[in-house]
């Protein structure tokens, strides 16, 4: 039986008192995408490479752990990195270590930051099954891709994953589900335990997207 899976996402605006993001700074360095092996298409924007530089912005009253870009652009704190290599859980590939250019603190604190690390995530196996989450994809052509659905998502409302496609890591990408890392219960208990800030996981079955809804940007 497969376990609970839930999507690791960014705080509400407000919802954090370690609400934390970055940006990438100057010079940005990308090689190729992620290509799906199947129709070779790609699956991921171009991928940032060494040198590893950015901006944080803070809207809470301290650093979070977790720190977003976007919900599959993801730094972790050195308490984070320091905790996963201790532990049995898998997924996490590499820790790109950051160089903090700038810091914009919305609101006041003292203190600087954590060591920050950029993760690589897994490519599991897990694929999405479209029907089950009740996907849309805009202008798909037919037939579609089987294993990356030629990446593009504009909205589902749930995350079902096609039966025995999980590939047992407990932090991953998904197929057919591009800019969402999902993780295990595991995953989740372990930042619980450990009093991680600034992340927030959604049960996978409540997961849900929509390009066109536009009420949750920071204003």
């Excluded at 599991?124 to 099954?129: E, K, L, Q, R, T």
């Excluded at 996907?135 to 089987?146: A, L, S």
């Excluded at 295990?184 to 066109?212: G, H, L, M």
Aim: proline share 7%; hydrophobic share 40%; charged share 25%.
């Amino acid at each position: 039986m497969e376990p609970q899976f839930y999507a690791l996402i960014h705080p509400d605006p407000g919802q954090s008192l370690f609400d934390t993001e970055f940006d990438e700074e100057e010079p940005i360095n990308r090689t190729g995408a992620l290509k799906c092996p199947s129709c070779h298409g790609a699956v991921t924007s171009r991928i940032w490479v060494s040198p590893f530089i950015a901006k944080l912005t803070t809207w809470g009253r301290a650093f979070g752990d977790f720190a977003f870009l976007s919900d599959e652009d993801v730094l972790v704190s050195s308490r984070v990195r320091t905790a996963f290599e201790e532990s049995d859980l898998v997924g996490i590939t590499e820790f790109c270590p950051i160089e903090i250019k700038r810091i914009v603190r919305r609101k006041r604190f003292q203190g600087p930051p954590p060591a920050y690390h950029y993760l690589r995530i897994a490519q599991s196996g897990a694929n999405i099954d479209d029907a089950a989450s009740e996907t849309y994809r805009k202008g798909i052509k037919k037939p579609m891709c089987p294993q990356c659905h030629e990446a593009g998502i504009d909205r589902f409302k749930r995350v079902i994953l096609q039966p025995n496609t999980w590939t047992g890591e407990d932090i991953f990408a998904v197929w057919g589900l591009p800019s969402a890392i999902m993780v295990t219960e595991r995953f989740k208990i372990f930042c619980e335990q450990n009093a991680f800030t600034n992340a927030i996981f959604v049960p996978a079955e409540e997961y849900s997207y929509d390009a066109w809804d536009f009420s949750d940007l920071r204003m």
